[in-house]
């Protein structure tokens, strides 16, 4: 089974201060991928990366920063916490492949409050 | 435009009952579709893929329809423990990028 865990599932910053949040997984898969999920909103994509070192922007990149320098381990950096970063971090990663199998796994989230 | 929309719901059923949902894309590149099952503050977790062709597991009936643009669901005797948010989910071809609905409620009534 892929397995996808995250370094926090519960989390609580002060405005300003600088937060990391880690995501591993054991699958050897290429792509990663950091959420944040808002009721009414959905998912929206902060970061993905298809390699390591290798970086896109997702829909919503602005106040987050992501590190990939090894291919198991994504992490999401946040350099100043705000409160309107208050949400459930989703990580997930996938095959790079276009089978009906090559598809994302989450990991179990992080819900990131910042005061 | 979202990528992927679907109606949010809520759906409140009774028990047995069967139920259908519908989710809509609008990218022509998003080559497969899929349909996960995410559990109040959990993460959301792949319920099936979805093939031209139409595919069963067990209760659940996907079906996807690309000449409409249209996934749907079919839950067929539904059980209190099918209760969940389902989120339909698009694919591009390139493999890297994926497109979330916001996601159907469902609650299923004893």
């Known amino acids: 089974d892929v397995k996808v865990t995250q370094s926090s599932r519960y989390l609580v910053k002060r405005t300003g201060e600088k937060v990391f949040l880690e995501c591993v997984q054991d699958m050897d898969h290429e792509n990663m991928f950091w959420y944040r999920q808002d009721p009414g909103l959905g998912l929206r994509l902060i970061y993905f990366?298809?390699?390591?070192?290798?970086?896109e922007k997702g829909d919503i990149p602005e106040g987050y920063s992501v590190s990939r320098e090894k291919k198991e381990r994504f992490s999401l950096i946040l350099e100043s916490a705000s409160t309107n970063q208050t949400s459930m971090y989703l990580c997930?990663?996938?095959?790079?492949?276009?089978?009906?199998?090559?598809?994302?796994?989450f990991g179990p989230g992080t819900r990131l409050t910042v005061l | 435009r979202k990528e992927v929309e679907q109606d949010p719901g809520p759906f409140n059923v009774p028990e047995g009952a069967t139920v259908a949902f519908n989710c809509t894309y609008s990218n022509s590149a998003s080559q497969s579709f899929f349909w996960y099952r995410q559990d109040c503050r959990k993460e959301p977790k792949l319920l099936m893929s979805v093939y031209s062709s139409g595919n069963e597991d067990g209760r659940f009936t996907a079906q996807l329809n690309r000449a409409s643009q249209y996934i749907s669901l079919l839950i067929r005797d539904s059980k209190l423990s099918d209760s969940a948010t389902y989120l339909c989910v698009g694919r591009t071809n390139t493999g890297n990028q994926f497109y979330f609905g916001t996601g159907t409620s469902l609650t299923v009534i004893p």
């Open positions: 990366s298809y390699d390591v070192k290798m970086k």
């Open positions: 997930a990663s996938s095959r790079a492949g276009t089978k009906s199998s090559d598809t994302q796994y």
